[in-house]
C-alpha cells in the first residue's frame, strides 16, 4: 500500500466502483475505503426503464444514458467474463383508463419508438390486465451484486481497497492536497449513498432518501423470460426464482424488512398476476436510496474545499445514470470539462443563498 494517491473514493457501492474503474482505466492512482456493510447496491433490483411512472414518460436524458450505460456494463461483462447486464423485455400492466389514454399518445409518439415494442389486450388469463398490456424494449437489470463483488477483488487485488470506516475527523486539509490519516491525496471523492446527508462537508445539499423493500421468492412453476411491470415489478432472476418490489417510503428511513411492505408487495402481485405462486418468500431486503429533492445526482467539488467533491444522489436509477456520469465526472477532474449543469453541485451554490446558508459550509 503506498501513501499517495490521486483520488481517495469513500464507499464501493455502484457509484463508488464505477467512478474508481473509471478513473484508474485512466491511469489514475486510486484508493477505495468501504465499511463494508450492506448498501443500497447490493439490495438493488438494477432495473432499467426508459418509460415509467403512471405518465408513461420516457427519462429525458435515456437517449444518451442507455447505451452509455449498456456499453459500460457490456465491456464489464467482458473484462469479468460473464454476463453481468441482463437485457429482457418488459411487459407493462397497463392499470386503468388515464394509463391508457397516455399509452394511446406515446404509441403515436416517434420518439418513444426506441423503446416500445407493441400493446396488446392480455395474451392469457396470467394477467389482470383488462385496459391491456404494453410491451417494452431496451429494457433490462444489472446484476450489481455480482459485478461489486467483481470489482471489489480487482480493486483489492491491485492494492486499491480498504476494509474500514471513514471518520471524518482522520481529515487534515492543506492548500492544494488531503491527508486522509497518513495517506496524501489531491482529493476526495465521496460516494456515501444515503449516508452523504450527514457528511459535514455535503450535509447542505437536499438530499431525500426514500427507503423500499424488495421480496425475492422461489416459484416452483416456470416463470416467463420476461419482465413484469404493474405499479410494482418483477424480475426473473432465474426459471425459477424472482425478485419483487420495490416499496417507496419517505418517512421511516431505516433498513428494517417489514411485514406490511411484505403484504403489500404480495398483495399487488397476487392481483396483477394471479397464477404466480407467492408462498415461497426466501428473502426479504430493505435498504435506502439515496434520492434528492430535484431527482438529480450531486456531483461537484465543495465551494471552499475543492480537495473534496461527492459523486452521489442517484437516486433510484443507479444502474441506469451511473456510468455516463462517472464519464462525465473523470472528464472534470481530469481534464477540466464542464459537469453537466442538472447534476452539478453548483445548482446549489449558485442560487443565491448558496452554501453559505447552512451552517455546516
Ligand atoms: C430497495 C431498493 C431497490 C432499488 N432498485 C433499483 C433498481 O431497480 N434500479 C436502479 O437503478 N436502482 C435501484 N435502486 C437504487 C440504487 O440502489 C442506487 O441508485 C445506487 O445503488 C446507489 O449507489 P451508491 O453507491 O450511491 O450508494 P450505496 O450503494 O448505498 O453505497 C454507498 C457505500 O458507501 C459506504 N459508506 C458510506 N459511508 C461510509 C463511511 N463513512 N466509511 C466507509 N464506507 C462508507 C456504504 O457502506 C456503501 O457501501 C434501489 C434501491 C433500493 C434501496
Known amino acids: 500500500m503506498q501513501n499517495n494517491y490521486d483520488f481517495l473514493i469513500i464507499g464501493q457501492g455502484l457509484a463508488g466502483s464505477i467512478l474508481a474503474w473509471e478513473l484508474s482505466q485512466r491511469g489514475c492512482r486510486i484508493l477505495i475505503v468501504d465499511n463494508a ?51 429482457k423485455p418488459m411487459l407493462r400492466i397497463i392499470g386503468n383508463e ?22 396488446t ?21 444489472l446484476q450489481t451484486k455480482p459485478l461489486l463483488a467483481d470489482l471489489q477483488q480487482y480493486f483489492v487485488q491491485s492494492n486499491s481497497y480498504i476494509k474500514t470506516q471513514f471518520n471524518f475527523p482522520d481529515i487534515t486539509l492543506y492548500e492544494q492536497k488531503v491527508n486522509w490519516q497518513d495517506i496524501e491525496v489531491q482529493k476526495i471523492i465521496f460516494c456515501e449513498g444515503y449516508q452523504g446527508q450527514t457528511n459535514p462537508w455535503f450535509s447542505w445539499l437536499p438530499f431525500q432518501p426514500v427507503k423500499g423493500e424488495i421480496l425475492t421468492l422461489a416459484c416452483p412453476r416456470k416463470l416467463p423470460d420476461y419482465l413484469l ?12 426464482t424472482f425478485r419483487t418490489g420495490a416499496t417507496f417510503d419517505r418517512e421511516r428511513i431505516n433498513t428494517e424488512a417489514t411485514q406490511s411492505a411484505k403484504n403489500t408487495l404480495i398483495n399487488a402481485l397476487n392481483k ?19 434520492a434528492t429533492l430535484d431527482k438529480q445526482p450531486f456531483l461537484g467539488c465543495h465551494p471552499k474545499y475543492p480537495q473534496l467533491c461527492i459523486f452521489n444522489g442517484f437516486g433510484a436509477k443507479g444502474s441506469l445514470q451511473i456510468p455516463w456520469h462517472a464519464q462525465r465526472f473523470a472528464d472534470f477532474l ?16 449558485s442560487r443565491g443563498h448558496g452554501c453559505g446558508f447552512y451552517t455546516s459550509c
Open 37 to 87: 456493510v450492506t448498501s443500497a447496491s447490493q439490495v438493488a433490483a438494477g432495473l432499467i426503464n426508459p418509460i415509467t411512472g403512471m405518465r408513461l414518460v420516457k427519462n429525458q436524458d435515456i437517449d444518451f444514458l442507455l447505451p452509455a450505460a449498456k456499453s459500460y456494463y457490456q465491456n464489464l461483462s467482458r473484462f469479468f467474463k460473464h454476463p453481468l447486464l441482463i437485457e
Open 334 to 349: 481530469m481534464a477540466d470539462q464542464p459537469l453537466p449543469e442538472t447534476a452539478n453541485i453548483k445548482r446549489y451554490t
Open 272 to 290: 396483477a398476476a394471479p397464477t404466480i405462486p407467492t408462498e415461497q418468500v426466501i428473502n426479504h431486503q430493505a435498504h435506502i436510496r439515496p
Open 121 to 141: 389486450s392480455p395474451p392469457d388469463k396470467d394477467f389482470l390486465a383488462p385496459f391491456g398490456i404494453l410491451k417494452q424494449k431496451q429494457t433490462g437489470f
Open 229 to 240: 411491470n404493474y405499479g410494482f415489478w418483477l424480475i426473473p432472476t432465474d426459471e425459477h
Open 98 to 119: 388515464t394509463e391508457y389514454q397516455y399509452c394511446l399518445k406515446r404509441l403515436n409518439d416517434t420518439s418513444y419508438q426506441p423503446y416500445i415494442e407493441n400493446y
